[in-house]
């Protein structure tokens, strides 16, 4: 077994079709709507306030 050094790949995650992260504060977490805009204090289906 060899100790060369792995050569270094270039991130290739440039086209990822979006963070979960950014959605997933959109989904409301009693009914899980996903809201279509922006997240709003209370869900518009269950009219659940999400605590963040
Ligand atoms: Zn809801």
Do not use: N, Y
Not at 6 to 30: F, H, I, K, Q
């Amino acid at each position: 077994m060899t100790d060369e050094p792995t050569p270094a790949r270039p991130p290739a995650d440039d086209e990822a079709v979006g963070d979960p992260v950014c959605w997933l504060e959109r989904v409301c977490d009693d009914c899980g709507a996903l809201a279509d805009g922006p997240p709003e204090p209370v869900c518009a289906r269950c009219g659940s306030r999400s605590s963040a």
